[in-house]
């Protein structure tokens, strides 16, 4: 069974500043990985889909990829109040069917 | 189009009763999935179904846990008799593709919030 690991935090940033969210997978032969946004109460939405090494950018969000050290990671640029929310870091399972999630990094961005 | 459609919202049960879930995927999407999340955990599987036949269930407690989707559309997960550790959110998700990709994401419904007492 792959395992999807993150901090849970919270991770605490001012407006405006670079919230960085990491995450390491264990099954080297992961191909594709995906950030999901999960606002209190409400259920996962994607932000960002990434499945090359490098950088793949979305408006404020950066996806990182590296994956001969099995880490993937999300920028957000430009933090907003609105952007508090739990960050969930999910892989493909090996029959490429279905999502395996971490447990999330929670995010709080203070004006 | 519409998303997900999940129900209830809420279901408040004592230890050992049954309950059930239901769920309508977004019309067309073949594949459909159930996750339960446990508070401050992530969305933990429980058993993907391919339009009526059942891909993976490995994680599925299937000593309590039932769930069907007969017409290929949609569908009714069951716990019974339920236990104190099943007190989470059941999400149900669907793709409109077998495989997952940033083309044919997984819409998530808004969840069964189960509490067990």
């Known amino acids: 069974q792959k395992e999807v690991e993150q901090n849970s935090g919270p991770l605490s940033v001012p407006e405006g500043a670079i919230a960085s969210l990491n995450c390491t997978y264990s099954d080297r032969v992961s191909q594709s990985f995906f950030w999901y946004r999960q606002y209190s109460g409400k259920s996962p939405e994607l932000i960002m889909s990434i499945y090359s090494n490098g950088d793949k950018e979305d408006g404020r969000f950066t996806a990182q990829l590296n994956k001969a050290s099995q880490y993937v990671s999300l920028l957000i640029r430009d933090s907003q109040p609105s952007d508090s929310a739990t960050y969930l870091c999910a892989v493909l399972n090996q029959a490429g069917t279905a999502l395996i999630f971490g447990k999330g990094t929670t995010l709080s961005v203070s004006s | 189009e519409a998303g997900v459609a999940q129900s209830p919202r809420y279901k408040i049960i004592e230890k050992r009763q049954s309950v059930a879930f239901w769920c309508n995927p977004i019309?067309?999407?073949?594949?459909l999935y159930w996750y339960q999340q446990i508070l401050g955990q992530g969305p933990k599987l429980l058993i993907q179904?391919?339009?009526?036949?059942?891909?993976?269930d490995s994680q599925l407690p299937k000593d309590r846990f039932s769930a069907e989707r007969l017409k290929g559309v949609d569908s009714t997960l069951k716990i019974q008799p339920a236990k104190l550790e099943d007190s989470a959110v059941y999400l149900c998700?669907?793709?409109?593709?077998?495989?997952?990709?940033?083309?044919?994401?997984?819409?998530f419904g808004n969840g069964t919030r189960l509490t067990v007492t």
């Open positions: 019309s067309g999407h073949a594949t």
């Open positions: 179904f391919q339009n009526n036949g059942v891909v993976d």
């Open positions: 998700a669907s793709s409109s593709t077998s495989s997952v990709q940033a083309t044919s994401p997984l819409h």
